[in-house]
């Protein structure tokens, strides 16, 4: 059975779940008793075949739940080995130019000057020349670069310190007063405690799930949470389980898999998504591209933490270094380049 068919009940499965309280084992007791009442699957046929079929098929999704299980595991390791060993290189020094006058250079440094000037004067003026060149060459890079931290960075240093937007919690997501949610790449989960003195049941719990809404609650009751999604929903993705008999744990699927949601509802606080902290375990759930554009923002967001260049601005300084050596007739040694 392909993938695709394989998935083709699952929003009835879910829902029959989701009215077992008793677990898998209740679970899977209806479903036998379903064989026995309605079909002949236990006697239509010799005595052990029945047994036969069952258990080939548990072999045959154990092995391939134990396949992706440890393939989930060795990305999980590589990631943590790739994170171990960028930690452990070196910094990048950041290059650096420092003006000097002609009397406190090194002995054995010479001055590079226009090498076919025939008076002093051409030879003021060619010097000159080039340290203007190499000026501008060093303006133009840091006009670029003060371009995008001057807009973009100031931008995104307030938006990190925004007083009015709330801390992540662990799972990044929220902590409200009734009801804790997390949230992936790819879903968001949200814990309601219900409080109630009796044990809760499906039958005693109402959720509604739309596009763009959410209604969740005790049956005859005010609901907990009751308003527009923030964001948009796989509704036929998303499914509610009740836990302990107390806590109500509702998954919604995301549409959009490239960004994280700021809030549940739109009644809710705005959590600071610039803090969100993604767990490397969960990369190799990401498509190669996603993947990619992830890891590049938890780099870059380490180097600003360390107090060293992101990805951008360790490409300037390498075009720098580049331009310096193709232009070896140019006198940096009294440019300022930071």
Known sequence: MSGVDEEKYDGMLTHMAQQHTGGITELLDTFFGFLRRRTDFFVGAEKTYAQRVVLESFSKHQNVALKEKEKEEAAAAAAQAAKKKRSSSPPPQKSKI??????ELPADVPVVK????????????????????????????????????????????????????????????GDLENYRWTQTLSDVEIRIPLNADFAVKAKHVEVVMKKKSLKAGLRGKAPIIDGELSHLIQVADCFWSIEDNSQLVISLEKVNKMEWWNQVATTEPLINTKKVQPENSKLSDLDGDTRGMVEKMMYDQRQKQMGLPTSEEQKKQDMLGQFMKQHPEMDFSKAKIS
């Open 114 to 173: 226009s090498s076919n000037a025939p008076t002093e004067k051409s030879e003021e003026s060619s010097s000159s020349t080039a340290e203007v060149s190499a000026s501008a060459a060093a303006a133009a890079l840091a006009k670029a670069d003060g371009s995008d931290e001057g807009e973009d960075g100031d931008e995104e240093k307030d938006e990190d310190d925004d007083p009015t937007k709330v801390k992540p919690n662990s799972g990044n997501g």
């Open 98 to 103: 420092v003006e000097l006058a002609d009397d």
